[in-house]
């Protein structure tokens, strides 16, 4: 049980979901302080924003008494405060087994697969928000506790399985591809992990009709199924996109509930907010406060953000896994058809790379120009036996680039130029931005 009477002590807490779990504890009165690396990241301003004191690593910080120590998953005994932990005896908590803890205390909805989970969150969140206290945690590093919440809406990340750690009420589940080689044995350990999370799910879960691994899902709660097909439970139909978004019907369980505008691009984006319009239709939600809400959402931090300068265009976004990347591509060729797609695209870890890199060679040749940066390792992993190089390779004209020829980007003329990865490509962005 959450205990006000004791300082909560995040080990890592710069890392996106420490970042927003520590806003939400501050939110709702709980003492919160923390340690990170000494480097500036953009989870940072926030928290020191809200009061939080945040400081570097130090064994002195660890108390025996008086304290939950959270410990962030990347951190090991060569840490100092996780060595200061072990030394006292001081025993820690995980993100996840926190994050229970809070979600326990209200209607619950998680929202799990291998792509969307961000951006579905944010959705959901700013929805339930405009008409119920909800309190949201989001791995984009946005979290806020609000008194009384009715709801308490989470991203469920399925990383060394550890969203296992919840019992949710509701939970969504936008895909199952296969993802984190690193860690996952393969399709089928992987689909299982989510097969566990629905067994865990109390009162419904909501999954995408198209996915076969979705489809195998058993639930002892309810389980309903989302999509453009007839056979689904809550349909998107009769749908208009153009550069400002897009207008469709959804019907629920048979019943017409209107029609819905979103100003979000591409497919995966009128799936997401069917999941949600289906949510709050169980919930008892009045239509007309979801649209509203829909009308007002500005999308989450990372996912197809846009900055304009003159003809070009320069999208941000998280896209890394050849599914995301498609539905990014698809998002920028509707909402800019008269200019060419640009895509800068950083490789994250060498095992995702090798996996999926005939895929990504695909994908980067449906596009005007592609550069690819080098692969951003991971702590997780040793250096493959992969290079930025051995894509380009297979791609016709396309670059490697990094911060040393990245003034390369500026031939390109009335352009979308779109950023993605997951690593540390905001620099090379910013470099472009600073350039322009």
């Given at each position: ?170 939970q969504i589940m936008t895909n199952v591809d296969f993802d984190h080689p690193d860690y996952f ?154 200019k060419k797609v640009v895509v800068v695209f950083q490789p994250h870890t060498y095992s995702r ?84």
């Open positions: 049980m959450l205990d006000k009477t004791k300082q909560y002590w995040f080990i890592g807490i710069k890392g996106t979901g420490m970042a927003s779990l520590a806003r939400i504890l501050h939110d709702l009165g709980y003492q919160v302080a923390g340690s990170d690396i000494a480097k500036h990241t953009f989870t940072q301003e926030p928290l020191l924003a809200a009061g939080i004191s945040v400081t570097t690593f130090a064994a002195e910080h660890i108390k025996a008494s008086g304290q939950v120590v959270v410990k962030g998953n990347a951190f090991e005994a060569d840490n100092s405060e996780v060595k200061a932990c072990l030394d006292l005896g001081v025993k820690w908590q995980s993100y996840p087994d926190t994050v229970e803890e809070l979600i326990a205390q209200h209607t619950s909805i998680g929202i799990a697969g291998s792509h969307g989970k961000t951006s579905t969150t944010g959705l959901l969140a700013h929805v339930l928000g405009e008409v119920a206290p909800t309190s949201f945690l989001i791995g984009d590093g946005s979290g806020k506790g609000v008194a009384d919440s009715r709801f308490f809406v989470y991203e469920a990340d399925e990383y060394r399985r550890h969203f296992l750690a919840y019992h949710p009420d509701y044995k393969d399709q089928d350990d992987y689909a299982y992990a989510f097969q566990e999370a629905a067994d865990q799910t109390r009162r419904g879960i909501f999954v995408w009709g198209d996915d076969p691994y979705l489809a195998k899902i058993t639930s002892r709660a309810p389980k309903y199924t989302y999509g453009f097909k007839p056979s689904d439970d809550f349909i998107a139909h009769d749908i208009v996109k153009d550069t400002q978004g897009a207008t469709f019907n959804v019907r629920a369980l048979g019943e017409e509930l209107g029609r819905f505008t979103i100003h979000l691009f591409g497919d995966h984006n009128i799936l997401n907010t069917t999941a949600v319009i289906a949510i709050a239709h169980l919930e008892k939600i009045p239509m007309p406060a979801i649209r509203a809400g829909l009308l007002t959402y500005q999308g989450a931090k990372r996912r197809f953000s846009e900055r304009d300068f003159g003809d070009i265009a320069v999208i941000d976004d998280y896209a890394h896994h050849p599914t995301e990347m498609r539905a990014t591509i698809q998002a920028a060729r509707q909402k800019f058809p008269d790379t090798k996996k999926f890199a005939a895929e990504f060679e695909k994908i980067l040749r449906t596009v005007d120009k592609a550069y690819v940066t080098p692969i951003f390792g991971s702590v997780r992993e040793a250096q493959g036996s992969i290079s930025s190089a051995d894509l380009t390779a297979k791609i016709p004209g396309s670059e490697v680039i990094d911060l040393a020829n990245i003034a390369d980007l500026t031939q390109n003329k009335n352009s979308v130029i779109v950023f993605m990865g997951a690593g540390d490509i905001s620099k090379y962005e910013a470099a472009f931005e600073k350039l322009l």
